[in-house]
Structures are given as structure tokens and as C-alpha cells.
């Protein structure tokens, strides 16, 4: 069974601290992305991978970043919390030359409060 | 700018139909998806739609129309475990994928 897992399901950080989400998948998949979905918003791409080392700004990068040392994982990274953070992050994984065509593997998400 | 719009929340009955529209507004097309989310959980894909036309799929069916910019999810016979959210979400001619706001669907018995 094709599986992406996300590391904490929910934490609770304080305002400045330094937060990790990591998301590791297990179907050899090129390209990897975080979302982060807020009530009566679409899906936000944050940040995308489309292979090991590389990575793109999605539509809100500010104040994140992201490391793809190896294929299978994709860390999200916040360098110095804020309140408006506070959010519901996903990560997916997909396979393909055109990352958006194709079905997205989502994790069970990582709901993240920033006090 | 580019739009994805589909109604907030829907309430059905148990054993009936219920049809979610999807309406878009981007620069190009490249394809449309359908997922659905439980609350509380990831996304699942159900449905990808490059050209117009159904396509059936056990109880869900999924309707594109290009050129009017509109999408359909059809749910036949619902079940009280389809009650999830409805995620329309839409590649532009850029591959970037523009997400709807979701529709919330309630079943109730």
C-alpha cells in the first residue's frame, strides 16, 4: 500500500521557535510538494521538489524553506514561527515529467498552532 | 486572476443523488481533478478529466465541459460514509495546479 507519512500529526510551538516537518514517501516518487490549507481557502503550494536536491517556490514561500537530501523525504522548515502559520500542512508526492497531471499521494496532514 | 469556485456546503440524504459543480477561470487548461477529504484526513484522488465528456466510475462520475469552464462531481446512492469534503482543483497551461475552497457535502439518513 503506496504510503506518504508526515511526522507529527500535531504540535504546538511557541511565536520564534524553529519548526521541522518532515514527510517521507515510500513509492520512489520525483516530485514532492507542501500545501497548506486554511478554512475556506484552496490548497496553497508552499514549496515543490521535482528530484533530489532541487526546489521551487510555490505560491507562498515566505518564511519557509525545504530540504530534499534524499528522494524519499521532504523536510519543511520554519525558520522562526509566527501566529499566522498557524495551519494545516500536507505534503504529497507524485510521479511524472509534468507534476500536476498526474494523482497526488497526500499525507494525513501535520496541524500545527504557533501560540 | 485565476478562479475556482464551487458552493461552500451541500446537505444530501442517504440513498439519493447529489451533483458538485466546479466553475474555473485560468490561464490554459491542463486538466481537472476531483479528491475527496474526510475530516481529518489526506486527500484521495478520485477523478482526472482532460477531455469534455463523463467518465463513470462505480457509484462517482465526473463531467467536463472545456469550453464553459465547468466541471461536475456526481455521487449516485450515497452513503453516510461519503459525507467528506470535494476538492476541485484545476492545471493551468503553466502546470501549475489552482486548488478550489472545497465543498463540504452532509449526508443525512
Known amino acids: 500500500d503506496v504510503k506518504v507519512t508526515q511526522s507529527s500529526r500535531y504540535l504546538v510551538k511557541r511565536t520564534g521557535e524553529k519548526v521541522f516537518l518532515e514527510c517521507v514517501q515510500d513509492m520512489d516518487h520525483e516530485n514532492m510538494f507542501w500545501y497548506r490549507q486554511d478554512p475556506g481557502l484552496g490548497l496553497r503550494l508552499i514549496y515543490f521538489s521535482y528530484d533530489v536536491k532541487m526546489k521551487e517556490k510555490g505560491d507562498i514561500p515566505e518564511g519557509y524553506s525545504v530540504s530534499r537530501e534524499k528522494k524519499e523525504r521532504f523536510s519543511l522548515i520554519l525558520e522562526s514561527a509566527s501566529t499566522n502559520q498557524t495551519s494545516m500542512y500536507l505534503c504529497a508526492s507524485t510521479t511524472g515529467t509534468d507534476p500536476n497531471t498526474g494523482e497526488l499521494f497526500f499525507g494525513e496532514g501535520s496541524r500545527l498552532t504557533v501560540l | 486572476g485565476q478562479n475556482i469556485d464551487q458552493p461552500t456546503e451541500m446537505t444530501a440524504t442517504e440513498g439519493a443523488i447529489v451533483q458538485i459543480n466546479c466553475t474555473y477561470q485560468t490561464s490554459g487548461f491542463n486538466g481537472l481533478f476531483w479528491y475527496q477529504q474526510h475530516a481529518g484526513e489526506a486527500p484521495t484522488f478520485l477523478s482526472y478529466n482532460v477531455l469534455d465528456g463523463l467518465e463513470e466510475k462505480g457509484r462517482f462520475s465526473s463531467f467536463l465541459s472545456r469550453s464553459k469552464g465547468y466541471s461536475y462531481l456526481l455521487l449516485k446512492e450515497l452513503q453516510m460514509k461519503d459525507s467528506a469534503s470535494y476538492l476541485c482543483?484545476?492545471?493551468?497551461?503553466?502546470?501549475?495546479?489552482?486548488w478550489g475552497a472545497g465543498t463540504k457535502l452532509i449526508i443525512k439518513p
Open positions: 482543483a484545476v492545471t493551468d497551461s503553466n502546470y501549475q495546479l489552482i
